[in-house]
């Protein structure tokens, strides 16, 4: 069946220059073998490719564009999960790595949320897996939630009425016989607990060109809308960021400030990465917006799994930390180690809506 592309019919906005789509999301997890095992075994992703150490034994390469200790290392990996999601996944060892990840309620804590065909069947079969950590179950509930074994949170829910404006996973054929027991249609959002909702609300829509679809505003609790342990909060917003993804920011409760946001180095780290056509546009753009702070210039990598590949880091005035990239797909040298392949937006440009 072909995909069929509607361009938006919202206006014109500005944005990110030549920005495509969400690429992928970073997260850093305490055991990255542990991780893979659990989103390709358990959940039916894919691993594209693995690359490291990523190191600078003398210089200060690691701080300068990670933002990292300078003798900071890491090894990566590169999971498909679903359709449409990419999810970037660190190990680091570094002499000042933080072990502990943030908590939902705190600002940096963040979660996935997937789609299933159906969420009492995937529940039962997580739960006959013994491979998460679940919530009580709770007959009726729109939403599950549960615990990786190294602890990050995830949800599970069924498929959303489509609306026009949020990104809604539709089925497609299965990747993989792990991914069709589970039913996994995609990812529906990821979310990120902020300091400040209405100012990260607006450094999406006014400097990335995310579309507004809920919020900011105080949400009432319904009957079936059981939240994770410690997440207090019910003032969020929802954004469209591009053609396939979807962003949710919710407003920090924790009573007492907590430490900075995680680096990239800490345990539930993580990053928000943006395909564009030309980086070097895009970073002279983002350099221009107040608070954004560029992690030196665009570069290229010259070796390794995706050679090819020019990105940037930049951190941001609400403390999510985000790349924009440019992946020469077709032709990285990955490609030749597997039949997997990362999510590319293809043809699909930001505001087109599939």
Same mark, same amino acid.
């Given at each position: ?120 069947? &995937?529940?039962?079969? +997580?739960?006959?897996?013994? /491979?998460?950590?679940? #919530? %009580?179950?709770? =007959?009726?509930? *729109? ?101 396939? &993804?979807?962003?949710? +920011?919710?407003?920090?409760? /924790?009573?007492?400030? #907590? %430490?900075?946001? =995680?680096?990239? *180095? ?89």
């Amino acid at each position: 069946m072909r995909n069929t592309v509607t361009p938006s019919s919202a206006p014109a906005r500005t944005g990110l220059p030549t920005a495509r789509a969400v690429d992928h999301y970073g997260f850093t997890v305490p055991r990255l073998d542990e991780a893979v095992t659990f989103f390709t075994d358990v959940l039916g992703g894919e691993l594209c490719y693995r690359e490291g150490p990523v190191e600078d034994r003398r210089g200060d390469w690691m701080t300068r564009k990670l933002g990292v200790h300078p003798r900071a290392r890491a090894h990566v990996a590169l999971v498909r999960l679903g359709p449409r999601t990419n999810l970037e996944l660190f190990e680091y060892t570094a002499p000042d790595q933080v072990a502990s990840p943030p908590g939902p309620d705190d600002v940096g804590g963040h979660h996935l949320a997937l789609v299933v065909a159906d969420l009492d069947a &995937a529940e039962e079969r +997580l739960r006959r897996a013994d /491979a998460v950590r679940l #919530g %009580p179950a709770a =007959p009726g509930a *729109s939403r599950r939630w549960l615990l990786t074994p190294w602890g990050s949170l995830l949800s599970l829910s069924e498929p959303g009425r489509p609306d026009g404006r949020r990104y809604c996973p539709t089925p497609t054929p299965y990747a993989n016989p792990v991914a069709r027991a589970l039913g996994l249609i995609g990812t529906e959002h990821v979310s990120y607990t902020v300091a400040d909702l209405d100012a990260a609300t607006a450094f999406f829509t006014d400097v990335l060109g995310a579309e507004l679809v809920e919020g900011p505003r105080d949400t009432q609790k319904r009957p079936g809308d059981h939240r994770p342990p410690g997440a207090g909060s019910t003032r969020r917003a929802l954004l469209r960021t591009g053609p396939t &993804a979807n962003c949710e +920011l919710v407003q920090s409760t /924790a009573r007492t400030p #907590g %430490p900075r946001p =995680p680096r990239n *180095s800490d345990v539930g780290g993580h990053h928000l990465a943006f395909y564009v056509d030309d980086v070097d546009a895009a970073a002279a753009y983002l350099g221009r917006h107040q608070g954004v702070e560029l992690m030196g210039e665009p570069e290229t990598i010259a070796h390794g799994p995706i050679a090819g590949d020019r990105w940037l880091y930049f951190r941001t005035p609400i403390g999510i930390q985000m790349e924009i990239i440019n992946m020469p797909d077709g032709s990285l040298p990955y490609e030749s180690q597997t039949s997997a392949r990362r999510a590319t937006p293809g043809a699909l440009r930001w505001h087109d809506r599939p």
